[in-house]
């Protein structure tokens, strides 16, 4: 057996992190970076695989903070169509080699556990790509709060809580035991801020007048019901002092709520996603009920200056992560798709009943990446980097430090090197039957995915060539953005 001195090498990329770029080798070591040295200089090391990367982005694999995978009925006849095979095959073949998926902890369940331990019989065995867990909060009881600190033992450091929807709505007080708990036992609370009561009012409001078409999803959530969700979470923050991070923003009010709460120095973050910086209220003003492709929560904006505002909110640091919100339905399926909101009286169906949600983990890397509108440097900080500071898996992931850092990394194509190509979904590998993006120009696609030094995808060479149930649970950490706190003193106040 030959005693190779890497595993894999790869020649000569422009190795981009968070912080830098440069030409340089790099060299593989069971499963991490063990090496980065001058371009060229391992061109004659021996080692059992060689990849030539002259002139392309090597980058710290894609961390996907925000994907649903084999969830429940949550919202109605709704189910997303994707497990967490074709879900991670999807990520692989996208760039994205770490996911964090969620645990959804049923109402009438006082306990965590049991949606944590459905999640880990999911996923163990099926994925293609390394993976953790965020649980779902919807019943707040004595009993699921004092489980943090379980969760936390079993290397889970994130819940989320909803300020609507009917089956996961906290009133405030809830929220704010919730946010006291995650202070006290170091968890990253992820906050879904829409106003659940002005939602349902304005529905109602719509359908007393008929208006139920796709495009009424988004006239039912203006921007400025994002925007008092928004300030008010921020408020519940600030009561307990604990971070909080407001999870796939749309609105650029929202948006600038969030900067000036920043600028104040309070612990904020936000999370926004690729729907927000390409697609506007006309993609679900479509011919018929074409528009119910695009029904995501919150909606797109109305027009190019909110576009803007987004674009914006990344390049100045307001949002601190791009996610994917993966959340796959069926188009075609009068079941458990899209078309099940459609009946005999509501031909163009009824837009509340429209599962809510879009494919987006394989196009996510690709689309920002073509738009050419960050700085390499930004784009891996916010698609990889800060995700793992943000969910305690840096530096093992969204970093190439040598000796530490998982050798997870997404190589591009040498810039310019590929002519412009539509996004189809017939070229996609989740189990959707549309992506919101088709017909989309890009300029790139991932070339090589690498997940612990094995390639998992090779575009030009086979696609998916990973094997279900390499990935591995990622087991988390506290969040660098979360430091250690006294107790919590109302006496204060």
Request: with cysteine; glycine share 8%.
């Amino acid at each position: 057996m030959t005693d190779w001195l890497f595993d894999c090498i790869v020649l000569d990329g422009t190795v981009t992190t968070a912080a830098d770029i440069g030409r340089y080798d790099i060299g593989i070591k069971d499963g991490k970076i063990a090496l980065l040295a001058p371009a060229r200089s391992l061109a004659s090391t021996s080692a059992a695989r060689v990849i030539d990367a002259e002139g392309a982005y090597v980058m710290p694999g894609g961390v996907d903070a925000h994907v649903h995978l084999s969830e429940p009925q949550l919202f109605g006849k709704g189910k997303s169509v994707d497990d967490y095979s074709s879900g991670t095959q999807s990520a692989i073949a996208g760039g994205t080699t770490t996911i964090i998926t969620f645990a959804p902890q049923d109402r009438s369940n006082p306990s965590l556990l049991g949606a944590l331990e459905e999640a880990e019989e999911k996923a163990s065995g099926s994925a293609y790509c390394d993976y953790s867990f965020h649980l779902i909060v919807s019943n707040p009881t004595r009993q699921a709060l004092d489980e943090f600190a379980i969760l936390r033992e079993r290397g889970v450091s994130s819940v989320k809580v909803y300020m609507t929807y009917e089956a996961l709505q906290l009133r405030d007080n809830q929220i704010l035991d919730v946010l006291l708990q995650a202070r006290t036992d170091g968890v990253t609370t992820m906050i879904h801020a829409e106003n659940g009561d002005m939602l349902t009012w304005m529905t109602e409001q719509l359908e007393s007048r008929m208006l139920l078409a796709p495009k009424y999803h988004v006239t039912s959530r203006p921007q400025m019901l994002e925007g008092e969700a928004t300030n008010r979470a921020i408020t519940l923050s600030q009561l307990i002092e604990t971070p909080i991070l407001i999870v796939h923003v749309s609105s650029p009010l929202a948006a600038a709520t969030i900067r000036n709460a920043q600028t104040k120095g309070l612990p904020i973050y936000a999370e926004t996603c690729p729907q927000y910086l390409f697609l506007t209220r006309k993609d679900l003003d479509l011919p018929g009920f074409e528009g119910a492709k695009c029904v995501c929560s919150p909606p797109p904006r109305d027009g190019e200056e909110d576009l803007e505002g987004i674009w914006t909110g990344l390049l100045n640091g307001t949002f601190t992560i791009l996610s994917s919100d993966h959340c796959p339905f069926l188009y075609d399926d009068a079941v458990t798709g899209k078309k099940s909101a459609i009946t005999d009286d509501a031909p163009l169906g009824r837009f509340r009943y429209i599962p809510n949600g879009c494919p987006g983990v394989e196009t996510r890397l690709a689309t920002v990446l073509s738009a050419d509108r960050l700085p390499p440097t930004k784009f891996v900080e916010v698609t990889s980097t800060n995700p793992a500071k943000l969910y305690g898996i840096y530096p093992q992931k969204g970093a190439l430090m040598p000796g530490v850092s998982d050798a997870d990394l997404t190589i591009w194509y040498p810039t310019r090197s590929l002519e412009p190509f539509p996004i189809t979904n017939a070229s996609l590998h989740h189990s959707a039957d549309y992506t919101p993006f088709e017909g989309r120009m890009v300029t790139q696609w991932p070339r090589y995915t690498l997940v612990r030094g094995e390639i998992v995808w090779d575009r030009d060479n086979g696609g998916i060539v990973g094997k279900k149930g390499y990935g591995e649970f990622v087991k988390r950490g506290r969040s660098a953005f979360c430091q250690d706190q006294p107790a919590w003193d109302v006496a204060k106040f």
